[in-house]
């Protein structure tokens, strides 16, 4: 994968483009977003206005049918991992067992293909957040459901719209799972160590005194990449935005209390979080932290302002160091081949 395959993953070619994704991220999050506040369901609001943003985040592709399909296997790893977070995340040592074997699978996908790299990173994410934020409404499952379907609903009505974008990811899932079985791009080691710094985040959480830990596995999970220097130049984009992500976020609760209010600003941020992907990683990343933030106040029926980011960004900074450790862990010193023989040059 190039410098660039993050920018390009997400790439918008126009002014219009940028009008069909702030429309098509507006629907997708804020239906569920402020259809379930509306109805006193704010946890629900929370999980499907999450949901519907990764399932939109996973438009991978050429053709609709490609796009469609890497947004549906997208959804189905979200429910699985939320499912399997949610229901184990009590027991003892399950979240960590749940969360560590999501995150393999991910490290070792990591590399195949930015689809699939994607797809199976939302797998961990949503396994820790469901083992982490401990939903209790009963409208949780139905709400992941129409996250999905407000996305599917959101890309249909774009595309009819806006036409289909232009995108030069070829996403061919068969020679994607192969190389995904096979841990093409990242090997045992990224994997390994990708695991390892979300173990860490989890088990050392009281040693390291983060108040959450799901937070900072969250860091590490979305950060990593096995790109070698490009990841650390990356993992630094996207220390910078989640940490200034979090305080603009401070700054933003401190005036916005009301829950209505509170979820169309989660979705505001959630629709320019996706602008700022194909700008900058740090852009995209600062809106994005600005959105969970959010979506975490909201779910916790107005936690205290300064307690809430005073943890977070502590936490947060947190996972980005132990990001950055497990990047250069997984790919420094660099195996260099020894050169061939003077004479076997010349033959």
């Keep these: 994968m190039s410098a660039s395959w993050y920018r390009d993953l997400y790439r918008i070619d126009a002014v219009h483009g940028v009008q069909a994704v702030l429309t098509r991220v507006g629907l997708a999050v804020g239906v569920p977003m402020v259809g379930y506040v509306l109805l006193g ?40 991992g939320g499912t399997l977070g949610h229901l184990l995340g009590e027991t003892p040592y399950s979240r960590e067992a749940i969360v560590l074997a999501c995150a ?20 961990a994410i949503a396994a820790a957040a469901g083992a982490g934020m401990h939903f209790t409404d009963p409208e949780i499952l139905a709400s992941v459901v129409g996250g999905g379907v407000t996305a599917f609903a959101a890309a249909f009505l774009v595309w009819k719209l806006f036409g289909l974008p232009p995108q030069e990811n070829v996403m061919d899932w068969r ?28 088990f050392a959480a009281s040693a390291l005194g983060v108040n959450d830990p799901y937070w900072a596995t969250l860091v590490v999970l979305m950060v990593m990449r096995p790109e070698g220097v490009v990841s650390l130049e990356l993992t630094i984009h996207y220390a910078f935005g989640t940490i200034v992500g979090v305080v603009a976020g401070a700054g933003i609760l401190r005036f916005v209390h009301d829950p209505l209010t509170l979820a169309i600003v989660a979705t505001l941020a959630a629709a320019f979080a996706r602008v700022g992907f ?27 302002v300064p307690l809430l980011f005073e943890t977070r960004v502590y936490d947060v900074s947190v996972g980005c160091a132990l990001a950055l450790v497990g990047t250069l862990l997984a790919t420094y010193p660099r195996v260099v081949p020894a050169p061939a023989p003077r004479a076997a040059r010349r033959e």
């Design 175 to 202: 020679d994607g799972v192969r190389r995904a079985f096979e841990g093409v791009g990242s090997g045992l080691r990224f994997a390994c160590c990708y695991a390892s710094a979300a173990a860490v985040a989890l």
């Design 41 to 80: 369901h704010p946890g629900a609001a929370v999980a499907g206005g999450a949901t519907a943003l990764f399932v939109t985040l996973s438009d991978v592709g050429r053709s609709a049918r490609t796009r469609l399909g890497t947004m549906f296997a997208a959804w189905v790893m979200i429910l699985a």
């Design 278 to 304: 194909s700008i900058n990683p740090s852009l995209g990343y600062m809106s994005f932290t600005m959105f969970l933030p959010f979506c975490v106040h909201l779910s916790s029926r107005g936690a205290a």
């Design 104 to 123: 393999l699978v991910a490290g070792w996908a990591s590399g195949a293909h930015p689809g699939v790299a994607v797809v199976t990173r939302f797998l």
